[in-house]
């Protein structure tokens, strides 16, 4: 794995996030929707749910879902912070944290460091070779 793919991790992980969140409130929105129809007949066997009934549970497992993804987030973005730490650059360290902890833009981060876009990317390639990828890192953290 490279740095690069290494370091882009958190920001995968950070919009799976974003993305349950758009179904939870899709599915919140039909959930409310959903009206229950009563009646004095029996409900029928066969017959699933409602779509309430079936909307809430969607909401219900896509939660349990974000919990875990923030809690893989979190451990992520601390493991990603102890490897940016041992970068010995300081502006190195400065442009990596920006862009894979903060998730902010190529035209921000120069603004902020006060240097040309074009600067901030050759920074980045090299800031980029002083990344140690932890070694066994497999699909996730690093396996002890």
């Avoid at 893989?72 to 300081?90: D, F, H, M, S």
């Avoid at 890192?137 to 002890?144: A, C, L, S, V």
Wanted: aromatic share 8%; glycine share 4%; proline share 3%.
């Amino acid at each position: 794995m490279t740095a690069k793919e290494y370091l882009s991790q958190a920001r995968y992980l950070d919009n799976r996030i974003k993305s349950k969140l758009l179904q939870i409130d899709s599915l919140n929105e039909l959930a409310t929707r959903c009206t229950p129809s009563y009646s004095d007949m029996p409900k029928s066997p066969n017959r699933e749910g409602s779509r309430m009934e079936s909307a809430i549970l969607d909401i219900i497992e896509l939660e349990d879902e974000i919990s875990k993804d923030v809690v893989e987030l979190v451990a992520l973005k601390k493991e990603i912070v102890e490897v940016i730490k041992q970068v010995g650059n300081t502006e190195y360290q400065t442009l990596l944290e920006e862009r894979y902890l903060c998730f902010i833009t190529w035209e921000q981060i120069a603004v902020d460091m006060g240097y040309e876009l074009r600067y901030i990317h050759k920074l980045h390639g090299k800031a980029l070779d002083e990344v140690k990828v932890p070694a066994f890192y497999e699909g996730g953290h690093e396996m002890t």
